[in-house]
């Protein structure tokens, strides 16, 4: 048996197939942050508005962000960008790699601080809270919904702030961390 080369299967009188570099590398999964920043362009639904919640002068929190967002968030003022999500924590969540890369195109400083949802130590706190204290300001943090983030301030600041003012500021940022009552009064205990 004879083995023939495969040729490129083309229709009869179509002109001749160019190579476009986008659409080879969208069909081996190489997509670039540039591509995905023109994609954003064309569909609605990734060019959605950013739902950035202010906590205070500090810090400020947002649901997952894309690489395409990090340019407003450079042109709002915000000079540390905070991942509190792990990479790959969801199907479908933008590679932590390229909010860096683009965080860094921006001038804006990157922070990865991963912390699986629903198991935020004392040591994260503690990260957190270096974090924030060391940190260009103001901060963005982000995570899946903007929870923990808020969940990990919260925690941070009831070492040299009143639960009620941390339980205000939350509330007037749209979270409600009422549950979180014992946990800020042991923290407390850590001023």
């Known amino acids: 048996m004879q083995v023939r080369p495969r040729r490129n299967r083309q229709a009869v009188g179509a ?7 986008d659409r080879v590398a969208i ?3 190489a997509i670039t942050c540039e591509m995905m920043a023109s994609f954003a362009l064309l569909n ?3 060019n959605r508005p950013m739902d950035i919640r202010k ?3 500090n810090i400020s929190v947002a649901p997952q962000i894309t690489y395409a967002d990090v340019a407003n968030i450079a042109r709002f003022g915000f000079k540390t960008l905070v991942a509190n999500r792990p990479d790959q924590e969801e199907f479908g969540q933008p590679a932590m790699a390229d909010i860096e890369a683009a965080a860094l195109e921006n001038g804006v400083n990157w922070i990865y601080m991963p912390v699986a949802s629903g198991n935020i130590t004392d040591a994260d706190v503690d990260s957190f809270n270096t974090m924030i204290q060391d940190a260009e300001k103001p901060v ?3 995570c899946r919904s903007g929870t923990r983030c808020t969940v990990l301030w919260a925690l941070s600041a009831a070492r040299y ?3 009620e003012e941390i339980f205000t500021k939350a509330r007037a940022a749209g979270y ?3 549950g979180l009552a014992p946990r800020i009064a042991h923290q407390s205990g850590n001023r």
Not at 15 to 21: A, I, M, R
């Open 44 to 46: 609605p639904e990734m």
């Open 176 to 178: 409600d961390i009422s």
């Open 55 to 57: 906590i205070d002068d």
């Open 27 to 29: 069909l081996t999964g």
């Open 15 to 21: 002109p001749p197939h160019k190579s476009n570099p």
């Open 140 to 142: 963005l943090a982000f």
């Open 161 to 163: 702030t009143p639960a």
